[in-house]
């Protein structure tokens, strides 16, 4: 995770003092995000895990290339799952500090509306972990930290459109996040639990 966050920074100061022969940019993204566990059991179970939504943001770069562009980011954003059953829940709240360098493909790179698509991958370190159950009007909270791993891996694939606008880029994207990490630190046999979400951001670049 330290190395991903690493790769970012310094993609991110690249994009910052990159030489005149290159395009690049720097901006802010906020939205929401919508996350599930990708869950295997031993045995069947008839829990079923619903959305768990919450916002997302953080900074990006984007050194660009034509119509390549290698974009890092530095977000925060929610991992976890609810499961409801009869007016009570359960909920899994996990927050990550996540690290993704997406290669992006542009349509119309110098156009005033530029549809893009974008794939990568993550590096993410988990700094809060809590679990929360909901039983009528009593809430509990407990902490799960020492639960799971710290650290989560996984895939991004992205699709979004741009709008520049007198220097200031607007982008509108929509991303699926893929866990490849069993994040459970001491799971049962044939037990796997693993990270997936869907989210929605807005960015503004300049």
Request: glycine content about 12%; hydrophobic content about 45%; overall charge neutral.
């Amino acid at each position: 995770m330290k190395k991903a966050v690493a790769v970012s920074l310094a993609l991110i100061c690249l994009a910052v003092v990159s030489p005149g022969d290159l395009s690049a940019e720097v901006g802010v993204k906020i939205g929401g995000s919508f996350a599930k566990f990708n869950w295997t059991t031993p045995e069947p179970t008839d829990i079923v895990w619903g959305y768990l939504p919450f916002v997302a943001g953080g900074l990006f770069a984007s050194v660009n290339l034509g119509a390549l562009a290698i974009e890092p980011e530095l977000l925060v954003v929610r991992a976890g799952a609810r499961y409801a059953s009869e007016g009570d829940r359960l909920e899994f709240l996990f927050t990550y500090i996540q690290a993704p360098v997406l290669l992006k493909l542009s349509a119309s790179p110098r156009g005033s509306v530029n549809p893009f698509l974008a794939v990568g991958g993550y590096g993410a370190y988990l700094y809060r972990a809590q679990g929360v159950l909901v039983l009528g009007t009593e809430r509990t909270t407990d902490d799960l930290i020492d639960d799971y791993k710290r650290s989560d891996f996984g895939v991004v694939a992205s699709v979004g459109f741009g709008f520049r606008l007198r220097g200031v880029v607007i982008s509108i994207e929509g991303r699926y996040n893929l866990g490849l990490v069993n994040i459970v630190k001491n799971p049962a046999a044939g037990e796997s639990l693993k990270n997936r979400s869907l989210v929605a951001l807005i960015g503004i670049g300049f």
